[in-house]
């Protein structure tokens, strides 16, 4: 099993695409039934950064949080996803709690999770083009326009 | 009236044929595609058992195969009906879709978004200074407990430790706003199970509170107040007896409300057996809060993984046992005493000393001290323009929010705005529950399970 | 026969008044809370402030039944084409209150998500500003929206357009105003 390296106190795992799977797998056998968190971050501006020898730096990036109830304890898993193959599996199997978040990754930041049952946006309308947390993808700030006022008053 | 006059009566009082902006362009078009629920043959299996409420996994291992499972109904048998996402009893904006065999749910599916408001997109452009204003926005009811789970992470990135006094101020504040949010909970809960003077009397014991906070931050709602560093200032005078008064009204007043719904036969048994989740679908399904203690998990983070001061504080955490609504009302009911309690013991230990951190990279100087002192000027000018420059790195922290669960995960990359804020939302996940609760209940009951989960749309959606 | 023959009193005035005091004394909200603001709306239905006596307390979950579209919140890209859809299943006369700077400009959400200004879906009568705007705040909009009804134009306005209100539409003489409801909608009454 992978090493976790501690950060604030907390256990930090970077698995490789292929252990992805059979670290959580492990992570819920001992215990860490209860998957409070999973999120992605586009590390599209921020290429260097503090990563664990041997771990190489992709665009993208998902993390779970995981929590046991019996040593009342969390851990953190951080998957380097790949920006020309934004795929990785879905850990709806093992934590059916995820299947709403990983739902959101797929709206918002746009990576897949194969095998997720209902892989569909969540939070935006169908049509809509884009995924708008990503880092290339601009707010949407419309210019404020202060326009007289045509009301009789 | 014959048919030919009742046509004639209509042609001659029917309106205006609809005009051209109401027949094309903007109107109609609500369809969601994908992400509404879909007829049976056109649905996966693994999504019909999840809309059905169905899992596979739960916590003790694998219990059923996906071929063991009855999802055999004949289509002509049940119907999709669609309920809101304008719905006077979805708490807002939710919609859910249920698939009916006469009066029986047999599966559901939540579809959401209609709130999405690109809050983490938006913070991503805000300074930390300014992140609290975003956050406070998201969970509407418990504002406080936004700001202060950002604060946290901010603070926990920061490596600075706040002063004993800044952290009992955020407790107690957030204590009452646990009071004033479960209060609201029981307040519409009360309406969409018929009862409405549960509703007038909810509201009227809220504001009870909320005049509290409006005298210490300013607001009633959205206060912006516990910030990165501290809390914005200090509590006013008087608010000793302001709080006082407010733990000495709201437990008679508790009793009565208790006795007022469960006293009756009418809200027990639309409560009673109604919505049921058992221990292992809450783990599995991550919920968090009200929604996992009343199936009999004692998990709450104010205990056990214990943030601010709440290790020296008493408090009991409340479970239900069979974890249907009933529970979930009995045990937000009995939370508002068990904060109450913490309230009367944060009166008696809050300890005096600064509200905020004396870092004048941190925190802005006092009033006083910006017309004497040209350097805390420039401190004050560089804080509110530039910010705060928080180190390089990510954390996760989370508190107990009236729903669950509150997490906050927080990437800077040094500079002065977050890198990425994502917060974890209880009633987001929560949600998720829903099929289970309502599979095999009545569409009436419908109603009260939905509102037993609370969830606020605000935060569901971002 | 001449009045004097009545044994019992009376009063006089024109239809068009009676109308109007008609409608300012019953307008009938929708229940469209989005957010925030909702709830500060729903505070200001309940004991406390108590629209109830404004006769605005009947909150009709049915848009048919609703006079008033109190919009309270953010509008989402998502939600906009429900929003006006809600108000298109209104019925005429109809009233719309923009609650808060979310729903009055997008307010500090100036992103691709929100609609920047609910008038850009259906035109807006009263503007309530604040986030969010207390419940005072509401009910001073409220009684600014009854003024309008008040003082306004019984027929009613059609426009899609932002910030049409009901004082702006030209008076004219009342002869036959009540007939002219009937008229088809698409004569657009424009504003200016
Ligand atoms: S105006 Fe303020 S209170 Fe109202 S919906 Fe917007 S953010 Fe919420």
Redesign the pocket.
Known sequence: MLEAVIRDAQGVFFPTMDQYVDLMESLWSSDYKFCSDLCGVDYLEMPSRKLPEGVKAERFEIVVNVTSFETRSRLRVRLQVQESNPHLPTLYGLYPGTEAMEREVYDLLGMVFDGHPDLSRILLPEEWEGHPLRKDYSVGRIPVQFKASTAIR | MTARSSSKFIKRFRSSPLDESTATGLVGETSEGTQEMKTRNETNRVELEREEGQLTVLPEGIVLDHGDMDIEISEDETMIINMGPQHPSTHGVLRLMMELKGETVLRTKPVIGYLH?GMEKTAEGLTYVQGSTNVT?MD?LAPLHNELVFSLATEKLLGVEIPPRATWIRMLMVELNRISSHLMWMATNGMDVGSTSMMIYGFRERELVLSFFEKVTGLR??HNFIRPGGVAADLPDGWYDDVSAIIDTIPGRLDEYGEMLTGQPIFRERTEGVGILTQEQAISLSASGPVLRSTGVAWDLRKDIPYLAYDEVEFDVIIGSIGDTFDRFAVRLSEISESLRIVRQILEKMPSGPYRVQDKKITPPPRKRIDESMEALIHHFKLFTEGIHVPEGEAYVAVESPRGELGCYLVSDGSAKPYRMHIRAPSFVNLQSLPAMLKGGLLADAVATISSVDPIM?EVDR | MGLEDLSHNFLTGNIENLVKWARRNSVWPATFG?????I?MMSAGAGDYDLARFGMEVFRASPRQADLMIV???VSQKMAPVLRQVYDQMMEPKWVIS??????SG???NNYAIVQGVDQIVPVDVYAP????GPETLINAILTLHAKIQNGEITRRKGTGAGISIGEVKRKSNVGTLAKKNTPKTVKIVSK
């Open positions: 408001t926005r509407y709602m959205n605000g | 989005l957010a925030c603001c909702a500060e309270a919140g953010r609650m808060g700077v979310c729903a009055s307010g500090m959400f604040g986030c969010p705007p």
